[in-house]
Every structure is written in C-alpha cells, then in structure tokens.
C-alpha cells in the first residue's frame, strides 16, 4: 500500500461490494422464483418504448349531435353515470368551439392527450399518476389518494374523479371510489395486439371516422402518414407538453 | 382433579362447543365453494396451500406487472380467480366472491382482513368484457408474442 495517493484502497470496497450483492442476490431470490413462477407462454411482453400510441381527431369528419364515440367509451370501461354531469365520470367529450367572429363552429372531441410531458404525472404525489413508455398516460389506482391535483393540473379537463362506490365494473377498466381516471387509450386493447380503441371502432361504424389510432413512432402507420401530410395541431401547443392527441382542421 | 372446578373431560367439552363454529369455518373455508368452475377441477394454478399462503403476493406482482408494463395474460390473475372461484346461484347467476360465505369473503371474514381487492375490481366474472380485447387466454395474432417478432415489426423488436 502506498501512502502517496490520497484515494483509499479500493479492495476493501470491492470485497463489501461483493459481499452485499451475493447478500441481495439471496434475498431477492425468493422474489425471483416467484416472478419466474409467475412467468408463462401466455404472458405478453408489455408495453414497449418502441412505440408511442397517439391519435389523431378530424374535427371536420366529427358530426355534430354524434354521441358514438362517448357511448362506445362508456360501455367499454362500464362507466356509468348518475345523471350528474358535474361530477359523472366522462373520458372522451364533445366540444363545440365557435369563432365569434366568423360564427363558425369547431367540434372536436377532447380526452386526455397522453402528453410527452404531462402535468398530471409532474404533480402526483404519489406517483400513481405515471407514463407507460409507450407514452400512454394512467391512473395507477393501487397508488391514487384521490387528492385530485392531476385533475386541476390537467389543462385539458380530462380527467374525472370516481364519488361513489361502484360494483359490476368491466374488467377491461378496473375501477372504484377515491380514484382519478381518465381516457386509457384503451390500454388492454393495446396490451392484447389491437389496433383500434373503441372510440374509433364507435366512429367508423357511425361512418364518420374521425378518429384514427395508431403508432406515432412508426414511420409506416396510417397516422404517421396523415400526420406527415396533413397539417394538424396541438391544443395548448404553447405549454410544450408534446401531446399524443392531434387534431386536424382546427 | 377431581375437585376442579372444570374437569379435563368438561374442558374438552367446553373448547368443543366453543371452537366448533370456527372449526366449521375453517372446513367451509378448505374447499372451493360449490356451484363455481373450481369445484370441478382438480387443482387451482399452484397447489392449494402454495395458493393460500401466497395468492397475495402472486397478486400483487401481477398487478404491478400488468398496470405498469402492460404484461397481461399472467398465470396468475384476479379475473381468473374470480372467473373460476365465484359461484352461482339456484338460477344460475354469479354470486359476488365476497358475499358472506363466498369464496374470499369465507378466510377474510374469518381472520378480519378486509381485501381492498373489490374497491375497484369486479366481484363476479365479467360476461360482457371480451376475453380477447383483455390480453389474458388470448391467442389470436398478438402483437408481441413472447420470443418470437412479427412479420414487418421485426425492428421493433427488443
């Protein structure tokens, strides 16, 4: 051992180092079986950064008086009303936005945009509010103390907040009193392979096909496509929150 | 002994008439309930005490799995446990899990924990749901099958 470096010996670290690791590598190994046990041929690999789900809304083709796409929402994730439009849970909503001006009149569907950057996961306190990385935004309602700074944080109003006990949920979207939620960009559809969120299957039946979902990330889907030749925005471009949502003709 | 006040054969006696309701709990408690998919099966997705012991922690590893990263389809699943578990009554429709003497409700009555399970998800098998939009028995063209990359997505693979 040489006294003419300041550094300490770096042996004694490495024997600590490897002694925790061997230490951690037997406590975790309960764990690790048990995950192991867990894993099977029927288990998908999950979401991947690969992708980023977005949307895109035609605010031309939204048909004024057209319900489809809400009511598909509401009955895929068997959100029920109570005929309390304050406090009911909405996920998807039509808006009408007339400029005073011109009179002419704008109907558009609002939803959560899966921002790049939300606001809602920025404020959670316990970061039940969260990002998938394939960018869709949720609610992880294991995590959720219903303190509802999302909801105020959201500046799209998207998300709702669950006042009473629920039974019968769907179990496509588990869900219960004391929780925020919002749009999941019909994240178990995602999760099994599929293409199209309710909404857009609601929308296309209706024959208006407002809606189209897809892959942000991949150059080749239909969405990446319109979005690269059609000039669409964001709303509220100018907080930079990088939305997944995208209309067009707006 | 004689002149106790209990004597061993009363002792027995009174622990008999005081512990019969709970041992009739635990024997309702150690079998499936009737009427319900498991009845006619011959064992649960791990042995029976495996589950007992452990069905929580299986649980709870899924459910981080599933709401965080998407993996759907697990071994072990809260919509397989109802599906198969819930039983059903005389005109054949599905009974609530945690309905008295129902097959959760049974232990967690006994032993007073409350599952927060059912604050959010469903108590009897969901019907109307689409098994393959939910991710779990599915088998038609997912999208990332385990192992093996799909036509045109290969460079989307890991």
């Avoid at chain 1, 008086?65 to 009911?88: I, K, W």
């Avoid at chain 1, 009149?105 to 959670?124: A, F, G, K, S, T």
């Avoid at chain 1, 969120?197 to 809606?211: F, N, R, S, V």
Wanted: glycine content about 8%.
């Amino acid at each position: 051992m040489s006294n003419k470096s300041d550094s300490p010996s770096t042996d004694r670290r490495q024997f600590i180092g490897g002694t925790l690791a061997a230490a951690g590598a037997l406590t975790l190994a309960p764990g690790v079986i048990l995950h192991a046990l867990a894993a099977n041929d029927k288990a998908t690999a999950g979401a991947s950064g690969e992708h980023r789900w977005g949307m895109v809304i035609d605010t031309n083709k939204c048909a004024d008086g057209c319900s489809a796409c809400v009511d598909a929402c509401n009955s895929e994730h068997a959100l029920e009303g109570h005929d309390r439009p304050a406090t009911d849970a909405v996920w998807i909503r039509p808006v009408k936005l007339k400029d005073k001006q011109t009179g002419h009149v704008n109907r558009l569907v609002m939803m959560c945009q899966h921002c790049e950057h939300p606001p809602c996961v920025d404020v959670c306190p316990t970061n039940a509010s969260f990002k998938r990385v394939d960018g869709v935004v949720l609610v992880d309602r294991h995590r959720c103390i219903g303190c509802r700074y999302c909801m105020m944080a959201c500046p799209y109003k998207a998300r709702s907040f669950v006042h009473e006990a629920l039974s019968d949920q769907s179990v496509n979207a588990p869900r219960g009193k004391g929780c925020v939620e919002s749009c999941t960009l019909c994240v178990h559809r995602i999760d099994a392979g599929g293409m199209r969120t309710a909404c857009q299957e609601a929308c296309e039946k209706e024959g208006h096909a407002a809606i189209l979902f897809g892959d942000l990330n991949d150059p080749e889907s239909e969405i990446s496509r319109v979005l690269k030749t059609h000039n669409s925005v964001q709303i509220r471009a100018d907080l930079e929150l990088n939305t997944g949502v995208r209309y067009l003709n707006l | 002994m004689r002149s106790s006040l209990i004597s061993n054969r009363r002792l027995i006696l009174l622990l008999t008439v005081l512990l019969t309701p709970a041992m009739q709990v635990l024997a309702e408690s150690a079998y499936v309930t009737e009427n319900s998919k498991a009845a006619v099966l011959e064992r649960c997705v791990a042995p029976t005490d495996v589950m007992r012991r452990n069905h929580m922690d299986f649980l709870r590893h899924g459910r981080d799995d599933t709401v965080l990263r998407g993996v759907r389809g697990l071994e072990y699943s809260l919509a397989e446990c109802i599906d198969c578990h819930a039983s059903t009554d005389a005109s054949g429709k599905a009974v609530s899990v945690a309905d008295e003497g129902e097959f959760c409700q049974a232990c967690h009555g006994y032993v007073a924990v409350s599952p927060a399970c059912f604050q959010c998800h469903r108590t009897t098998p969901d019907s109307a749901a689409g098994r393959e939009s939910l991710g779990y028995r599915f088998n038609a063209n997912p999208r990332h099958p385990v192992g093996q990359p799909v036509d045109g997505e290969t460079d989307h693979e890991q």
